[in-house]
């Protein structure tokens, strides 16, 4: 990435790394603790840039069936995490991603990438790979937690859905890779289970439907950078030029994350100034008419360099 150093998607990035290899340091080689520190590592970037998070709870969601990649009752966790970034400036735009954590034991050399191109093998869920791959139409397993039915299948970018792949880089230091669902393929099972997963592509970042879409990024830095330029994730923003059922999809997708930040109030979370940027950014009311729980473990928005980003570059 060819950044001025003064950028503030620089800034974001090279803050992103130093905080997740404080907060990673003492951290064993499990997925879990190392998603915590992803977790606190972007959270912790507060107030020096505008981030805040909603605290969610388990999000369960059922599909139909489709072995061998899942039982006969497809039901999984969404994701671990929902990140909503958005701007102001010169128009708003907002996307969203549904990121799921994984880890690797292997050794990954992802940096030394060459030309934008990638092939890392890693080991996940068959199902969870079939949800964010191949994003079926979804129904809630709870009563408190209410996606719109085709949050995935309606998405303009596959990068809607996406994954984060934690490795060792020594004893006690710890790197991550970043995928974007579609191009994470499965290898050939006979059960749903573990699976080897492939993350192969030749560009790192291409432009598809008029939008910059990242495809993966090496590591904490590039990933920071990545998501403060709002390049990860699928539109829900106003377009007038969008097709109706595009439309129609971003509009359903902003209200549900309203009804979330209404149940968020209704659990007496406060909503701080990033959030409100987000609302007056997207003109969306808070109504009491539809409540959600928060996706995942939480929901992130990022506000991100109101100059950085154009469409298309």
Known sequence: ???????????????????????????????????????????????????????????????????????????????????????????????????????SKSQHSVCAAF??????????????????????????????FDPPPNLLKNALLPSVGSFCVFHALARRTYSFFYASADVITCSKLTKPGKAKLT???????????????????????TFGVALFQGLIGTPIDRKDIASTRDEMHREEVRHWVASCLATAIRQQQALGPTVASFLQTMDL????????????????????????????E
């Open 1 to 103: 990435m060819n950044l001025s150093p003064h950028s503030r998607s620089h800034q974001f990035g090279l803050a992103l790394e130093a905080e997740f290899a404080r907060q990673s340091q003492r951290a064993p080689l499990q997925e879990i603790p190392l998603f915590r520190a992803l977790h606190s590592s972007i959270v912790s970037l507060a107030p020096k840039f505008p981030v805040e998070e909603l605290h969610g709870n388990r999000a369960q969601v059922m599909f139909t069936a489709a072995p061998p990649w899942t039982k006969a009752n497809a039901r999984c966790e969404l994701s671990d995490l929902c990140i909503v970034w958005f701007r102001n400036k010169p128009s708003p735009l907002a996307r969203i991603t549904f990121l799921q954590a994984k880890l």
């Open 115 to 144: 030309n934008g191109r990638i092939s890392e093998t890693f080991v996940g869920d068959s199902t969870q790979w079939h949800l964010l791959h191949r994003r079926p139409g979804i129904l809630p397993c709870f009563s408190t």
């Open 199 to 221: 993350a192969a592509t030749n560009q790192a970042v291409v432009v598809a439907r008029g939008y910059q879409e990242q495809k993966w990024t090496c590591c904490p830095y």
């Open 285 to 312: 009311p808070i109504v009491d008419d539809h409540f959600s729980e928060v996706p995942g473990r939480a929901m992130i928005f990022i506000r991100g360099d109101d100059e950085e980003v154009r469409e298309g």
